[in-house]
């Protein structure tokens, strides 16, 4: 009997053990997922500041560009206006146009993702139509296309109806969605913008067959200052807001924005917005 009782107090030791092993094993494996949570969270911190502080410089280099275009050209008209025929002077005004037209480009971005942060960001919605919107957009982007030897369609596949929206800030979401899908195309590649009802929402896709986004970009995508991976044939930089914006023109409006792959190659940039 004293043997029987001894045995079963040795189990009972053994099982408490156990038990006491078991919760010591997952504290500390909870203890090492915190350890490891913190260390990407401080990771994470460090980078984003590091973004941070290289944009500045690289914003000054940004602004820079198109400053001395400007400088230039004014320079010339200045000092050698005789000197310069009809052609020469209709040059150096165009240049100081697209230069100027890219710095306010840059300085409304700065101001839109300010007023984002301070929550005073505001869209003004009007009852139209979307697909016009549309239409102008493909439109004024098929010059550009062209001269990059990328096909752009925008094809009708259903009647949309009116409803209320902001047209010019829908038009700077297209625009910097159909911008990256003709920087990110090479050469005989092609973009196809689709629109069509889906749920209570119209859906809006920008598809490509371009480079794509790699994989460990795209949970970076849409935040400030992020720069995708380019592959080697795309030099062109932005100033990595595009994105954030467009992303906060579309929550304004109660919709979504993503990315997907365009299989077999490419991206597809998709947003909704609701229709009530």
Not at 37 to 42: D, K, P, S, T
Not at 113 to 128: A, L, P
Not at 212 to 225: E, I, R, S, W
């Amino acid at each position: 009997m004293q043997v029987y009782i001894l045995n079963i107090l040795v189990i009972v030791e053994s099982i408490l053990l156990l038990i006491t092993s078991l919760i010591l094993f997952s504290k500390t494996r909870n203890l090492t997922n915190l350890k490891k949570y913190e260390e990407a969270l401080i990771n994470a911190q460090a980078e984003q500041q590091a973004k941070e502080n290289d944009f500045f410089p690289m914003l000054v280099h940004e602004l820079r560009a198109p400053l001395s275009v400007i400088q230039g050209a004014a320079d010339l008209l200045i000092k050698s206006t005789e000197d310069l025929n009809a052609e020469q002077i209709h040059t150096l005004l165009n240049q100081i146009k697209i230069s100027s037209s890219s710095l306010l480009e840059m300085v409304g971005e700065i101001l839109d993702v300010s007023k984002m942060e301070g929550g005073k960001f505001q869209i003004n919605k009007t009852y139209g139509s979307i697909e016009d919107v549309l239409k102008e957009q493909c439109s004024y982007f098929e010059p550009v296309a062209k001269v990059r030897k990328v096909t752009l369609s925008c094809p009708k596949l259903e009647d949309l109806p009116s409803f209320s929206f902001d047209p010019e800030r829908i038009k700077q979401v297209l625009n910097n969605l159909i911008s990256n899908a003709i920087k990110f195309s090479l050469e005989g590649g092609s973009i196809v913008i689709t629109s069509k009802k889906d749920y209570g929402f119209v859906r809006i896709e920008v598809v490509d067959n371009g480079v794509g986004v790699a994989d460990k970009d795209k949970p970076l995508l849409f935040q400030k200052f992020f720069q995708a991976s380019n592959h080697k044939d795309i030099k062109e930089k932005g100033t990595g807001l595009g994105l954030v914006i467009a992303k906060g023109i579309v929550e304004a409006h109660g919709g979504k924005i993503w990315v997907e792959d365009n299989k077999p190659k490419g991206s597809k940039f998709i947003f909704t917005i609701p229709l009530r």
